[in-house]
């Protein structure tokens, strides 16, 4: 099966393909420009393979929490595809696919995103010999709030751009902590995950109604115009 996913919840901009048995992972750091480069980069990933996206038997993306515009772009891309070449996608959530591609197979992990006001979009899960435990699913919290409900029974790693504005808090709160700085998630994991998704439930990933982004908070606007409205 060939698979391509997308992930663009956070600064870090990831596509991965699955080309019969081979694994490829493009990615790089693209802040704010998501909507400006991402279909160009999907241009190119697929062209890289030798594909073409007739050829993808099933689309997949990371569908958050994250950035707003980010996890848009990548619903939105992929509902496009899925729709016009009435192909399956499944969505999962962004932190799922970075614990899943983390490579840990003993200790703790805290996947965060900056959300700013004191915020980050994280999530904490552990590994026992390879087995994946998620501990506190992906939501809208303070750093403090997860490394607080670590059990400090193992090492404690960090992924994710959450991690470099709290680094000072982390220091003092996790002294023993791994940060895997230039970390990206292992491509054969993440298309593991979407194509598990798809095969748990083949009819949910042709309702394209179901590709919707995982927000976790709301908007700066949807809070103002609540509180016109009071």
């Given at each position: 099966?060939?698979?391509?996913?997308?992930?663009?919840?956070?600064?870090?901009?990831?596509?991965?393909?699955?080309?019969?048995?081979?694994?490829?992972?493009?990615?790089?750091?693209?802040?704010?420009?998501?909507?400006?480069?991402?279909?160009?980069?999907?241009?190119?990933?697929?062209?890289?393979?030798?594909?073409?996206?007739?050829?993808?038997?099933?689309?997949?993306?990371?569908?958050?929490?994250?950035?707003?515009?980010?996890?848009?772009?990548?619903?939105?891309?992929?509902?496009?595809?899925?729709?016009?070449?009435?192909k399956p996608a499944a969505m999962a959530e962004t932190h799922r696919l970075y614990a899943e591609g983390s490579g840990i197979y003993d200790g703790s992990l805290i996947v965060s995103f900056?959300?700013?006001?004191?915020?980050?979009?994280?999530?904490?899960?552990?590994?026992?010999?390879?087995?994946?435990?998620?501990?506190?699913?992906?939501?809208?919290?303070?750093?403090?709030?997860?490394?607080?409900?670590?059990?400090?029974?193992?090492?404690?790693?960090?992924?994710?751009?959450?991690?470099?504005?709290?680094?000072?808090?982390?220091?003092?709160?996790?002294?023993?902590?791994?940060?895997?700085?230039?970390?990206?998630?292992?491509?054969?994991?993440?298309?593991?995950?979407?194509?598990?998704?798809?095969?748990?439930?083949?009819?949910?990933?042709?309702?394209?109604?179901?590709?919707?982004?995982?927000?976790?908070?709301?908007?700066?606007?949807?809070?103002?115009?609540?509180?016109?409205?009071?």
């Amino acid at each position: 099966m060939n698979i391509l996913t997308i992930d663009t919840s956070a600064s870090l901009q990831i596509i991965t393909i699955r080309k019969e048995q081979s694994n490829y992972s493009f990615s790089w750091e693209a802040g704010l420009t998501h909507t400006t480069t991402l279909m160009d980069k999907i241009d190119s990933a697929l062209k890289e393979c030798s594909l073409s996206p007739e050829e993808i038997d099933l689309f997949g993306a990371g569908m958050g929490p994250g950035s707003f515009t980010g996890i848009r772009i990548a619903a939105s891309t992929i509902r496009m595809f899925a729709q016009v070449l009435r192909k399956p996608a499944a969505m999962a959530e962004t932190h799922r696919l970075y614990a899943e591609g983390s490579g840990i197979y003993d200790g703790s992990l805290i996947v965060s995103f900056d959300a700013k006001k004191n915020r980050v979009f994280g999530a904490l899960y552990s590994f026992s010999k390879g087995l994946l435990s998620e501990i506190i699913s992906p939501g809208d919290y303070s750093m403090e709030y997860l490394i607080n409900e670590y059990d400090g029974n193992s090492v404690l790693h960090f992924v994710g751009d959450g991690y470099l504005k709290y680094n000072d808090m982390v220091k003092k709160l996790a002294p023993d902590h791994i940060f895997h700085e230039k970390f990206i998630p292992e491509a054969s994991a993440i298309n593991s995950h979407i194509e598990n998704i798809y095969l748990k439930d083949r009819t949910a990933c042709m309702d394209f109604n179901k590709i919707i982004p995982f927000y976790r908070r709301k908007s700066d606007a949807e809070v103002l115009m609540e509180k016109n409205k009071e």
